[in-house]
């Protein structure tokens, strides 16, 4: 049974395992993830070992919760669903909660009511996006069974990407969705993510999977399409130009059609 994604997620990857789900090997020895997200191509692959990260504590926390008593927290969304309004949104937003399983509700239902789904904190790492016009916390299409039994097989960390690739090993699969900072420019990529994921990570995280496929790795990742971009991965990997829809942004003008590359290498 196809499990989705239950979280929205800025830059998730949805499309790419629908129109290019056939790029990625059915055969692997463990599954590698080190830009977690929505886990869109995790739950595409449901693989049967797999190591699963993040940089961001509160999604890994949300993950784990799941993955130990998913039906605890589906009873906190419930309540969540009960009172939600406006000012509840705003209640809950303000919080902080100690017990985990209620930190993984407030972090869905957030997310599941906020504007677009979008994930923002500001400079004292408090979530701080306004509420959007969605009010459904619990959804038909919630399958908080499967992602736990799925989630079973999975190492959930909060750690640093460079470290998750240098665990590979021959026959692993690791698959890299990065912010998308570009080099020298002004775009959107750089004015959004430099803060989080600056020109030297992706520059680490080049060197890192090529230093992995040298091991036997395969290798599937996912950037932006600009020629810094392509400079970093042209000699050691295939790569393919696609086009895919924006709508994340607040402003109309910085939504529409923009380009990516898929690069890939041992597939």
Known sequence: MEIKPFLKWAGGKRWLVQRY??????????YFEPFLGSGAVFFYLT?????????????????????????????????HQKKHSKNYYYFIRAR???????????????????WNGLYRVN???????????????IREEDKFDLVAKILQNAELLVEDFERVINRTQKGDLV???????????????????????????????????????????KVIGTNAYHESIIKLYS???????????????AKKESRGKFGEIIFFANI
């Open 47 to 79: 693989p049967r070992s797999a190591v699963l990260s993040d940089i961001n504590k509160e999604l890994i926390e949300t993950y784990e919760a799941i993955q130990k008593d998913w039906q605890r927290v589906v009873r906190l969304l419930e309540i």
């Open 21 to 30: 789900g056939k790029l990625f090997p059915k055969k692997f020895r463990c």
């Open 235 to 249: 000699q050691d990997f295939e790569i393919m130009k696609v086009n895919r829809i924006s709508s994340i942004s």
């Open 175 to 217: 698959f890299v969705d990065p912010p998308y900072t570009v080099h020298h420019s002004n775009n959107s990529f750089r004015k959004y993510n430099e803060r989080l994921f600056s020109w030297a990570d992706q520059e680490r995280l080049a060197e890192a999977l090529k230093r992995a496929i040298k091991r036997g790795v």
């Open 96 to 114: 902080k909660m100690n017990d985990l399983f209620e930190r993984a509700a407030r972090f869905i239902y957030l997310n599941r009511t906020c």
């Open 123 to 137: 400079k004292k790492g408090e979530f701080n996006v306004p509420i959007g016009t969605k009010d459904r916390v």
